[in-house]
């Protein structure tokens, strides 16, 4: 395992729609601030020289605050830009795949909705697994829900970390309390925010509470 999972108690998960004339450095920058705990840089239609830079600079702003960095989707990214891993979906790139193209050391992440993926992306030599939506997002259009019962089926069924993604806000979290979740991943309730530092701390307060292993 290349992560712990105290690493996933507030994730943050980048998006350049709430940009608004800010550097995604910057953005990035203030959710450190605010303690997040782990940070995926997710491009959907990026050029893929300014996706590499990119990938560099919050790469060495994350190594600063001593915190894990992964890209979605993209391995090629991921190696050339020193990051410390990937983040892929039932969709993208096999998780067996991922881990002979990255190597032993690299953290790999994969996204699952049910205990048979998620038992088999643990087989496959992930470190980590994403589950949701467990509520209603705007962030992401192809996903449907997860139940609560269901994420909980899957931390029982896997050794590995868990975070629970989709429509999290400080005021949702506390209903994934006894789930297992170690943490939350968040996208428009961090970088949607007009205090990015502030909504990051608030979430890590909030998920101190009610997550973890304690
Ligand atoms: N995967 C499942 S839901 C989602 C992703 C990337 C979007 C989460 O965004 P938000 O704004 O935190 O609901
Ligand atoms: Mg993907």
Redo the contacts with the bound molecule.
Sequence with gaps: MNCRPEDMLVYA?TDRAWLKGESLKDQVEKALKGGVTFVQL?EKNLDRRLFLEEAATIKELCDSFHVPFVINDDVEIALASGADGVHVGQKDMDVKEARRRLGPGKIIGV?CKTVEQAKAAEAGGADYL?V??MYP????SD?SQVTVETLKAICRAVDIPVVA????RADRIQPLKGTGADGVA????IF?QPDIEAAARRLKETAEMYLGRH
């Design positions: 998960v997710r996204s994403g949701g939506a997002t705007d962030t992401k996903t993604i989709g429509g999290i968040v996208v428009s309730a949607g």
